[in-house]
């Protein structure tokens, strides 16, 4: 999400845990489960010692709903309210003061990136008393931060590159599952938004990103990278990517697609060409 402009407070593993279990857990009746996400995931992970801002995906609606309940309970005021029809909702709260000021909540995915098995395959679990938080890996964190193309998000990637190991074939395959399951919507005319542009999203950001992180670190993904590459190129956009990247930092917003570069006919052509 866009930042706030009054002073966000950074929030250590520790700060994390302790919110989750005293402040949060207390209003609880039975267990809720949530996935960490963004810079929320990495520091809990370990590769950064802090996030500025919480990053939160819950599959389930009701819970989703209730911790805004709760939050909004504990003097948390909502600051940003994104909804695509009954799809999905992603909204900001916050409360000045708080050690953990400033919240994202995500209903029922995290910038497009659908949980799936595959993603949760290497994921791990902590009980912070009713939250059951789970963490994916490292590799599925990496791919959901190369989606906002944000200065600090190019910043993060490098930082997972310099930190951990990167397994590309989990990337391709994470990528390439994402794709398939978009593209095989294509012909779904019940559905609110608008598939071909979630595919045209997926596959720009993700080669964007590979490219702004520069060659000493894409070097280190050459396999990812050219994949990342072929699947862009099969668009056919006419843009480079610092065209792109301009675009969609100039532009930054959880509404922004790069579909709007393009006119209909051309994406009615990328629908007729990539369904599967």
Request: hydrophobic share 35%.
């Given at each position: 999400?866009?930042?706030?402009?009054?002073?966000?407070?950074?929030?250590?593993?520790?700060?994390?845990?302790?919110?989750?279990?005293?402040?949060?857990?207390?209003?609880?009746?039975?267990?809720?489960?949530?996935?960490?996400?963004?810079?929320?995931?990495?520091?809990?992970?370990?590769?950064?010692?802090?996030?500025?801002?919480?990053?939160?995906?819950?599959?389930?609606?009701?819970?989703?709903?209730?911790?805004?309940?709760?939050?909004?309970?504990?003097?948390?005021?909502?600051?940003?309210?994104?909804?695509?029809?009954?799809?999905?909702?992603?909204?900001?709260?916050?409360?000045?003061?708080?050690?953990?000021?400033?919240?994202?909540?995500?209903?029922?995915?995290?910038?497009?990136?659908?949980?799936?098995?595959?993603i949760e395959r290497d994921s791990i679990q902590k009980q912070c008393g009713k939250i059951l938080l789970k963490l994916l890996d490292h590799n599925a964190i990496f791919l959901f931060k190369t989606y906002l193309v944000r200065v600090t998000d190019i910043d993060d990637l490098?930082?997972?590159?310099?930190?951990?190991?990167?397994?590309?074939?989990?990337?391709?395959?994470?990528?390439?599952?994402?794709?398939?399951?978009?593209?095989?919507?294509?012909?779904?005319?019940?559905?609110?938004?608008?598939?071909?542009?979630?595919?045209?999203?997926?596959?720009?950001?993700?080669?964007?990103?590979?490219?702004?992180?520069?060659?000493?670190?894409?070097?280190?993904?050459?396999?990812?990278?050219?994949?990342?590459?072929?699947?862009?190129?099969?668009?056919?956009?006419?843009?480079?990517?610092?065209?792109?990247?301009?675009?969609?930092?100039?532009?930054?917003?959880?509404?922004?697609?790069v579909a709007e570069l393009l006119d209909d006919e051309h994406i009615e052509t990328l629908r007729r060409q990539l369904s599967l």
């Amino acid at each position: 999400m866009a930042e706030d402009r009054a002073p966000i407070r950074p929030k250590n593993p520790t700060t994390l845990l302790l919110w989750l279990e005293n402040d949060i857990s207390r209003y609880l009746d039975h267990e809720v489960q949530t996935y960490a996400h963004g810079g929320t995931a990495l520091t809990l992970l370990g590769i950064k010692d802090s996030t500025k801002d919480v990053d939160f995906t819950f599959t389930r609606k009701d819970d989703f709903y209730e911790l805004i309940a709760i939050l909004n309970r504990m003097g948390y005021n909502s600051t940003y309210d994104f909804k695509t029809g009954d799809r999905s909702h992603l909204i900001r709260l916050k409360k000045e003061g708080s050690d953990v000021d400033i919240i994202d909540l995500h209903w029922p995915y995290w910038n497009n990136w659908r949980i799936t098995k595959l993603i949760e395959r290497d994921s791990i679990q902590k009980q912070c008393g009713k939250i059951l938080l789970k963490l994916l890996d490292h590799n599925a964190i990496f791919l959901f931060k190369t989606y906002l193309v944000r200065v600090t998000d190019i910043d993060d990637l490098r930082t997972v590159i310099e930190k951990r190991e990167l397994d590309e074939d989990r990337l391709i395959a994470i990528f390439n599952e994402q794709d398939e399951m978009y593209r095989k919507d294509f012909n779904n005319d019940r559905l609110e938004s608008d598939p071909a542009r979630n595919v045209i999203d997926l596959r720009a950001r993700v080669c964007v990103s590979l490219h702004l992180i520069g060659n000493k670190y894409r070097n280190k993904l050459k396999r990812f990278a050219k994949f990342a590459d072929k699947l862009f190129n099969e668009l056919d956009l006419g843009l480079n990517y610092s065209e792109i990247a301009e675009f969609l930092q100039k532009e930054f917003s959880e509404k922004t697609s790069v579909a709007e570069l393009l006119d209909d006919e051309h994406i009615e052509t990328l629908r007729r060409q990539l369904s599967l």
